[in-house]
């Protein structure tokens, strides 16, 4: 039997976060956290609604999914998210020693990539997963905005 | 008459919130938020007991101090903290743009100067306020752990 539990699948949910915020007016970003492919977390970019510049959807994921293991390592899951985490996300990530972080589009200006921001040496990256279709929204969101 | 709201004086409360994550037996990090020499945040780390590595203090009293504004900038507000920030602060800071950092012992393993995290351009840092009694602190939660 195939596995259906692909990058892609959870990717997925992502974008279905993303999709919410894009209605809300927020920058279109979502995420979700999986561990035994079961999703713990599912957040959404909510800086607007909160006027919080922390409430970004990879922090409350981590929040929520410390919550659901009752602990603050998130030690054999896996962050998906639409966008690549700034800065501070990938900050958290480091403190939080996750498995995996999947992102979708990459973000040139203000991404960790760019930035140099230094995640756990356990955690695995992988990048470019439904790429077009969060970058897609991202750039329908801003296009609205002008 | 002297101007009794200098660095020190404002760094000392941040000092008073490290004591207190000291005594719930976190690692003793204060932070308070200032604007007009009025306190408007006032947080000490709690990792530990929310099991959640975004709860820094600097995290919380930037939330704080956005809801107390009504606003996510954090424009004419400076920050005391007693040590230096990490990756995760400083990005989140940098999304804040906000106008000052006072910080007090320097945190030469993960601050965010040795991590090259980058601040906002118009956010001004000074740095070693009460830096000894902000590290003592410190070296004395690290002495009781061992």
Chains 1, 2 share one sequence.
Not at 52 to 69: G, L, P, R
Not at 92 to 102: N, R, T
Not at 115 to 128: D, E, F
Request: glycine fraction near 6%.
């Amino acid at each position: 039997m195939e596995n259906i539990f692909t990058d892609a699948f959870f990717m997925k949910k992502a974008l279905q976060e993303a999709e919410i915020a894009f209605e809300k007016g927020e920058i279109p970003v979502g995420a979700v956290i999986v561990i035994d492919n079961k999703v713990i977390a599912r957040t959404h970019n909510l800086t607007e609604l909160l006027h919080d510049v922390t409430a970004h959807a990879e922090m409350q994921a981590i929040t929520s999914a410390a919550n659901f293991i009752g602990g603050k390592y998130l030690k054999n899951c896996t962050l998906y998210v639409t966008l690549e985490p700034c800065q501070m996300c990938a900050g958290a990530l480091y403190w939080s020693q996750i498995s995996k972080i999947v992102f979708g589009a990459s973000d040139e200006n203000r991404g960790f990539q760019k930035m140099g921001t230094q995640l756990h040496p356990k955690t695995q990256v992988v990048s470019g997963v439904l790429e077009k279709e969060c970058g897609d929204l991202m750039k329908a969101f801003f296009k609205n905005k002008r």
